[in-house]
């Protein structure tokens, strides 16, 4: 894999995580006793990215969509809560997927982050609010991470058994030794070669 394609790749999946950001926006809250859950459709591309990227660049596609989401349609306070969320959830998973190893699948990470997720605007909403009280939403929004977060995971599992581009990536990706993905990047630049 080359670098022009590694880029390709990383602005697909940031565009698509984009579309689909912006087609959950357009969709009115399916939850009615749950107001302000959502599905967390654009999740779907970052566990594809968590799966068949370095750390550093499926970070990239987190950021490139908090970013472009919110020029496209969003406001300041949806920035930060979307961005609460959205790290919560990506370091979430990324812990569960490192130290989980085997024993967890796309599944249950999908799950963790549903729930992070939830989190980490939670905690955005008791700052603003200046109470802890908002944190009691906390079992409501849960319920409906685990249910969207396993969701997300089956149609992610989909994804990554049928598309050719997405198995290529991600047997490039477990090719490389878990130590050398952390540090691939200090090695290259390395003065001692």
């Known amino acids: 894999m080359n670098r022009t394609q590694k880029m ?4 697909l999946l940031s565009a698509q995580a984009v579309i ?3 087609i959950e926006r357009s969709i009115p809250f399916p939850f009615a006793f749950a107001p302000g859950a959502k599905l967390g459709i654009a999740n779907l591309i970052v566990i594809v990215a968590i799966y068949t990227l370095p750390l550093k660049d499926s970070f990239k596609v987190v950021w490139m969509r908090l970013l472009m989401t919110t020029l496209l349609g969003g406001t300041l306070s949806t920035f930060l809560y979307s961005t609460a969320g959205a790290l919560f ?15 967890v699948s796309i599944i249950g990470i999908s799950a963790t982050g549903g729930i992070l997720h939830n989190l980490g605007q939670l905690f955005v909403a008791s ?9 009691l939403y906390l079992p409501v929004l849960s319920s409906m991470g685990i249910l969207s ?9 989909y994804l990554m058994d049928h598309v050719s581009t997405i198995q290529r990536f991600r047997e490039d990706q477990e090719k490389t030794p878990r130590k050398s993905r952390w540090l691939r990047r200090e090695s290259v630049n390395s003065p001692y070669k």
């Open 149 to 157: 977060g396993i969701a997300i995971g089956i149609a992610a599992n």
């Open 89 to 103: 959830s990506y370091a979430g998973m990324l812990f569960v997927k490192f130290f989980g190893g085997k024993h």
């Open 20 to 22: 689909l950001g912006l």
């Open 127 to 135: 700052a603003i609010a200046q109470t802890w009280t908002v944190l």
């Open 8 to 11: 390709i790749y990383i602005s």
